[in-house]
């Protein structure tokens, strides 16, 4: 893998230019707010990790029953365990495990594991981070999920996204921040008051 698609704290070493947060995030960086300590794991490591161990062609086989275009939720739940125990069973290269390591040096002791744009899971720093990465992943595979993609037309294949990791303990600011061309964002930040997360205010 390239150093670029490896975790790495933010901002990560490469320009995102479309409407995510991770977009948002940097043009607050170069607008002069602060970020608070962050690491970044790239949609490149989510590709690799299902590409390495072959998850992608397992999980075709097991979703082979299920009528794609209007599937059935019942046959999505009962399949629900089985594909996240896929996703779960696997390991991280070990070079994305010393990245992501390397990353969260300096970070809390208790962190958010969350795709941009969305909420995530808490977590110590560590091994505790590792798991809940491949956990967020597992996630997409919850018959819930899974059955609101098939709908949208979609497909199996999750809507990979960068995850962000940063301090578990964030605090709303009262107004909402605006960004150049961005909509209105809900801003959250850490104790010292460094912005760490934007959302959305019509999400």
Known sequence: MERSDLPARFPPPYAVEDDSELAWLQRAARSGLTIAPMAVVPVAVETTFYQFNNLPEQLRRLYGGVATDDPDEDDLEELEAEAM???LGHTLLDEVIEGLFEALNGLP???LVR???ADGLSAGRG???LLAVKRV???DWRADALAGRLRE?????????PLLVH???LEREPEPLWLDGSPALLAYHDDEGRLAR???RDA
């Open 85 to 87: 125990t896929l996703v």
């Open 109 to 111: 002791e208790r962190l």
């Open 115 to 117: 795709r941009a744009d």
């Open 127 to 129: 091994r505790e981070t």
């Open 137 to 139: 992943w597992a996630d």
């Open 153 to 161: 037309g979609h497909g199996l294949a999750p809507l990979a996204r």
């Open 167 to 169: 301090t578990a303990f």
């Open 198 to 200: 934007l959302t959305r």
